[in-house]
């Protein structure tokens, strides 16, 4: 071999080259990797400062640089085999953490947030799952839950459900089926559309469901009334309310509530721009008190029973109080429950007075006739009430006297011999004017919306006001137009009646009622589960049952010859809780229509904004729907032409 020999020197010397020049590299290396961690970190602090308008972050994009800075230190720490003692590493971590505080401190607020809510939603699926089991369901038990969502852990669906409004329904059927589970006001809850399954609620009436409100509505309405009763106490108070919405009653009732409205249809005129909705409101509320309860209660300044204490106008404030916040979360802490509660307490004092004066009167006239009411002058005597509390007041002395007597024959009481007290009639007295206020106030209000969209429907009518002399031949009002305006009258016409039914089938006032299952039983293909709050939607069953996606306003769809199947048509609800009061609501409407067009040739929209509807309490306007007035005169058909 030629060259120099190797030597052990030789290799020393080459092993110790080599090793600087790996050491050399492993420190370039690790610079490298520090002046990146650096530029990370600068990204990290940039990120997380606050911009000043065009690098701003939202939140989600926030919470992943947060995330990421994270793992790029942990890794740059523990993951490349740095030299640094463990302890070093350690400090260096704590020091960065300390460094970049708002990075971490977030990322661990989000974390830990992130794991409650996560624990909450298992719970709160368990809590469903366990009010849904009912050991005594036999084969039920296999059948699965109706499809749908229970929302957020203690909140639900209630947001949605207070934003939405009528959308609420329509959207989660659409998504879900006809039959859907929710949870609305810490209630679980499966909603109905449809009269196959509606049928099956409305007839199941104290045997698989039984009447139930949420709590705001028991407690402000009061548990005494016919809202809130079951059973046999259901049915006797029902059967005394009844009383008050006979035919006779009705014609009664008709004089005051044609005046009433008379006179607000024409005040209407001297504004603007007048409210419908808010106009309606006071008018159905003062013939509500006036003409449906005949309290006779004055306004400011005219007077009144019971020491001055209270007037119809303040009692029509306190009463808006007490409606605006029925459907409320019942904790005291809650401003609209409070509201609630003490519009109902103020309304309470106000009608004892009222109602003390009415029992004490007809106390005196039990004397004067003694048994006699018993025999056939009882009758003429309930039906010869001037107003709802004056006829159930009336019915229930005779009750007791009934009563009394067969103690006498007897010596007991039947189980099902009840009474009325004082707070039991003042709570009938306040559903009597919700049901008699807010929802026909509700139903004028969307009619006049409707002949506003379809002036082809006003037309017809005009022409049916004409033909029962409402109208003269020009087209003016008819001098002796109010004096025809008889019970008699009003049945003929029958367009008015189906422009009423139909306005009622678009936009029912409520949109629907509340049940309880008493039981697990089955609808469709899904089990309903014992204890829970079953819904069935009014406004949803139309729309379902009409086939028709939009709203169509067509009077023609009641056509006798057209009738749908049973429970496809239900503003007024069905079975054994029909709407005791749905003939009074149809001749107010009726009333109040023909007022309007007898004074005005028209009226138009003021504004798109009024097409937008709030459900809650009663469906309306949310901006009250203010409208253009044109009123009728003498020389109407100058001003057509």
Known sequence: MTGRRTTDTDVHEFSCQKQQTNS????????????????????????????????????????????????????????????????????????????????????????????????????WRQFHARRAYDADAGELARLPLPPGSVGVPFIGETWNWLRNGAKFNSSRRKQYGNVFKTNVLLMPMIKVTGHEFVSEILRGEHTKVTTIWPRSVQDILGEHGLVNSTSAIHRFKRRISSRAFTRDALDGYLVAMRDISARNVALMATYECPKVYDMMLRQTFDIAVNALLGLDIPSSGDGGVGDGVGDLDELYATFNDLVKNIFSIPYKIGLGY?????????????????????????????????????????????????GAVDIIIREEMIHKMKMRRKQQDRDEVDDDDFEIDDLTMKEMAIELMFAGYFTSASAITSCILELAQHPEVFRKLECELQQFGFLNSDMTSSQDGEAAMDSGTINRMSYLDKVVKETLRVKPPVLGAYRRAMKTFQIGDYRIPKGWVVIYNIRDTHEFESGDEVEKFDPENFEKTTNGPKHSYIPFGGGSRMCIGQEYARLIIKVTI???????????????????????????????????????????QQQQS
């Open 24 to 123: 050399s590299q492993f420190q370039a290396y690790h610079q490298q990797k520090r002046q990146q961690q650096q530029v990370q970190q600068q990204q990290v602090i940039s990120a997380t400062a606050p911009s000043n308008g065009s690098g701003h972050h939202d939140d989600d994009e926030y919470s992943m640089m947060m995330l990421m800075a994270l793992n790029n230190d942990t890794d740059t720490n523990f993951g490349h085999h740095n030299h640094e003692p463990v302890g070093g590493s350690l400090a260096k971590l704590v020091l960065t953490c300390l460094a970049h505080f708002p990075v971490y401190g977030t990322t661990v607020t989000v974390a830990l947030l992130y794991a409650l809510y996560t624990l909450a939603t298992i719970f």
């Open 338 to 386: 409070s509201k609630g509660m003490n519009a109902r307490a103020k309304i309470l004092g106000l009608l004892q007075g009222y109602i003390e004066k009415k029992k004490s009167w007809m106390r005196e006239e039990t004397k004067k006739c003694g048994d006699k009411l018993l025999e056939e002058d009882g009758r003429k005597y309930i039906e010869g009430g001037s």
């Open 594 to 636: 023909i007022n309007m067009i007898r004074h005005y040739r028209k009226w138009e929209l003021v504004s798109a904004r009024s097409l937008d509807m709030t459900a809650i309490p009663t469906l309306h306007p949310k901006d009250g729907f203010p409208v253009r007035l044109f009123p009728r005169t003498q020389n109407n």
